[in-house]
């Protein structure tokens, strides 16, 4: 199975400011990657597909990038509603389908 | 807008069998675009992918929990079901139900805690 490395675990940072997120693969994924935003008891939102797509509804802040075994999430100008807890998942090698242990990101 | 939406027993006593229902409304189960899944967080954990179905009854699951999990569809009630047998504590979970767009889960349902506990 594929295992993904998110860094940082947690997060620290203010409104406004710029945040990036590193998922790692355990091994080569292409762009199979997917990001997701979750909010305490909430159920996981699909922000991006494809490593770099967002999906439909997602502002314009977050954006993904990265190939192969290295990714990031960047949210260029942090809102209050983005302070969540955020997981990578890839879905090149399946089953199983494998996430990340997650990055929580607090307010500072 | 599609909806999903899980069902079934909160508490489930050790060694029998975790049964949920996921129901979809505002589309069709039998989309030949999707497989349905279902996913799984222990509280305070991350999340863990259990198994998926397309609307044909073809699945596929997590290795690690296969020989205990059963998913099947009912396209004529537009439901798909998760069974997991001889559950212990460690199956404590909130369950959540979810369409696969081959890969990402883009649409998903609320959640339903089940607790493992006699």
């Known amino acids: 199975a594929i295992r993904m490395t998110q860094s940082p675990s947690s997060l620290s940072a203010s409104t406004g400011d710029r945040v990036t997120i590193t998922c790692r693969a355990s091994?080569?994924?292409?762009?199979?990657l997917a990001w997701y935003q979750q909010k305490p008891g909430k159920a996981p939102k699909l922000l991006i597909y494809?490593?770099?797509t967002l999906q439909s509804g997602v502002p314009s802040r977050f954006s993904g990038s990265g190939s192969g075994t290295d990714f990031t999430l960047t949210i260029s100008c942090l809102q209050s509603e983005d302070f969540a807890t955020y997981y990578c998942q890839q879905y090149y090698s399946y089953p199983p389908y494998s996430f990340g242990q997650g990055t929580k990101l607090e307010i500072k | 807008q599609l909806q999903l939406q899980e069902s079934g027993p909160g508490l489930v006593k050790p060694s029998e069998t975790l049964s949920l229902t996921c129901t979809v409304s505002?589309?069709?189960?039998?989309?030949?675009?999707?497989?349905w899944g279902w996913i799984r967080q222990p509280p305070g954990k991350g999340l863990e992918w259990i198994g998926s179905?397309?609307?044909?009854?073809?699945?596929y699951y997590n290795p690690s929990l296969k020989s205990r999990v059963t998913i099947s569809v009912d396209t004529s009630k537009n439901q798909f079901s998760l069974k997991l047998s001889s559950v212990t504590a460690a199956d404590t979970a909130v369950y959540y139900c979810a369409r696969d767009d081959y890969g990402g889960f883009d649409i998903w349902g609320q959640g339903t805690m089940v607790t493992v506990s006699s």
């Open positions: 505002g589309g069709s189960i039998s989309s030949s675009s999707y497989y």
């Open positions: 179905i397309y609307y044909s009854g073809s699945t």
């Open positions: 091994q080569g994924i292409s762009s199979y």
């Open positions: 494809a490593a770099s």
